[in-house]
C-alpha cells in the first residue's frame, strides 16, 4: 500500500487549500486516515482523523478552519484548510490505519509529506 499525498503549496494569509492523500494498493479496509503537520525541530502533531464510515475528529483547537472528508471509494481522503495563517506552515503527512488483504492491520503506512507555507 502506498500513500500519496498531494495539494500543498504557497498561499497567502486568508486563503483555503486542499490537501488529498490517495492510498492505493491491496487495501482490505481502511480504519482510519489521519492528517498530521510538522514544523522543524518540533514534535509531529496532529490535525485530523476520519475513520473509513467517514467520522471525522479534530483537536479542539483545529475545529472549524479544517474539514477532513474521504470518498465513496474510500481511498482517498481530504484535508480543507480555510482562513491559513502563518503559524499553519508546515509539511502535512497524511496516515493510514488499515488492512491489507492477507495481513494484519497496521497503523504505520505514511505518505511522503506535502509542504503548506502561508505567507503574511
Known amino acids: 500500500v502506498q500513500l500519496q499525498a498531494s495539494g500543498g503549496g504557497l498561499v497567502q494569509s486568508g486563503g483555503s487549500l486542499r490537501l488529498s492523500c490517495a492510498a492505493s494498493?491491496?487495501?482490505?479496509?481502511?480504519?482510519?486516515m489521519t492528517w498530521y503537520r510538522q514544523v522543524p525541530g518540533k514534535e509531529r502533531e496532529l490535525v485530523a482523523s476520519?475513520?473509513?464510515?467517514?467520522?471525522?475528529n479534530y483537536p479542539n483547537s483545529e475545529k472549524g478552519r479544517f474539514t477532513i472528508s474521504i470518498n465513496d471509494a474510500k481511498n482517498t481522503v481530504y484535508l480543507q484548510i480555510d482562513s491559513l495563517k502563518p503559524e499553519d506552515t508546515a509539511v502535512y503527512y497524511c496516515?493510514?490505519?488499515?488492512?491489507?488483504?492477507?495481513?494484519?492491520?497496521?497503523?504505520?503506512?505514511w505518505g511522503q509529506g506535502t509542504q503548506v507555507t502561508v505567507s503574511s
Open positions: 496516515n493510514a490505519h488499515l488492512t491489507e488483504y492477507g495481513r494484519l492491520p497496521r497503523d504505520d503506512y
Open positions: 494498493g491491496s487495501i482490505y479496509n481502511l480504519k482510519t
Open positions: 476520519i475513520t473509513g464510515s467517514g467520522s471525522a
